[in-house]
């Protein structure tokens, strides 16, 4: 269950200081544009974790009887090869890993949303002090930060762009850009190659812009409701309501983080099958 109270750090702004304040970045300047420090920390770690994770299981697997936690992983690989082998009916060999990254990766960022809201400002008020505590902004959820979801979705989106270069070639995909998806013979054909080529443009930038607001919006609403719920834990006379308003909702929102780090993965790999095939 994800705990929150509207502490003291809120100061006597209440729920909306409390809301403002968890909705703030610990952020840094760089090339002059705002960089969310605790994006990228919390980001990255998760990603070394998977790493190390799945790294050492692949080391340690023997051919015999499994372990508990070899087990496990060889379900979630089994699981994401066999979606991906229903989906996508080219040569897997590249695909099933990346399906694979992005499924466990967005699973631990959005995972983080079940994470105490005042963990990290209890930490830092345990070491520095309430005051500091006050003035420090950390986010613990990086998929609930739109840089994030469209750094991954701007990430497929060029994945796409390769797959299709090596399927068709240069000239084959620039030719299917104008040439598709409207075919004409004679004078028509030039006429609606501009036609062809703003529907193939908005078809391709709709794909990672999709992928990105999907996932950035409910993560975001989901630690929006937790934000929310905790302004009853502030009160003893709403506190048992919302203890059993944020288990609920915490449980519930379980199903979302696997959900969306499934259709994340499962759209990604139907665009890839898209991007090799011809129109």
């Known amino acids: 269950m994800k705990v929150s109270f509207v502490s003291e750090q809120t100061g006597s702004g209440g729920l909306n ?24 920390a919390v980001s990255l770690v998760l990603g ?9 299981a692949a080391r340690k697997a023997t051919a015999g009887v499994p372990t508990k936690g070899q087990a496990f992983v060889e379900m979630i690989l089994e699981f994401i090869d ?10 897997r060999r590249s695909v099933t890993p990346l399906a694979l990254t992005i499924f466990m990766w967005v699973v631990f960022m959005n995972t983080m949303d079940l994470i105490p809201l ?3 400002g209890t930490l830092i008020s345990a070491t520095a002090g309430a005051e500091v505590a006050h003035h420090t902004y950390f986010r613990m959820v990086p998929t609930a930060d739109l840089n994030t979801t469209f750094a991954l979705s701007v990430s497929v989106f060029f994945i ?15 030719k299917e850009l104008l040439t598709a998806p409207f075919h004409a013979h004679g004078p028509m054909k030039f006429a609606l190659v501009p036609v062809n080529l703003v529907m193939n443009i ?19 609403g989901g630690e929006l409701v937790f934000m929310l719920i905790a302004g009853l834990l502030g009160s ?13 909702w915490a449980i519930f929102h379980i199903l979302i983080i696997l ?4 259709i994340f993965m499962i759209l990604t790999v139907v665009y890839i099958a898209g991007a090799r095939e011809s129109h």
């Open 48 to 56: 070394l974790v998977f790493l190390l994770w799945f790294g050492l």
């Open 259 to 262: 959900l969306q780090a499934f």
């Open 236 to 248: 003893w006379i709403t506190f048992v309501p919302g203890v059993l308003a944020n288990t609920a």
């Open 160 to 174: 796409l762009i390769g797959h299709a270069l090596s399927a068709k070639g240069a000239m084959g995909f620039g």
């Open 118 to 120: 005042d963990l990290p």
């Open 82 to 91: 066999g979606q991906v082998k229903d989906t996508f009916h080219g040569d």
């Open 17 to 40: 200081e409390y809301i403002k304040h968890h909705l703030g970045h610990n952020t840094s300047e760089v090339f002059g544009q705002s960089f969310h420090v605790d994006t990228w």
């Open 202 to 220: 908005i078809e391709w930038l709709v794909k990672p812009v999709s992928l990105a607001m999907r996932l950035f919006g409910n993560m975001y």
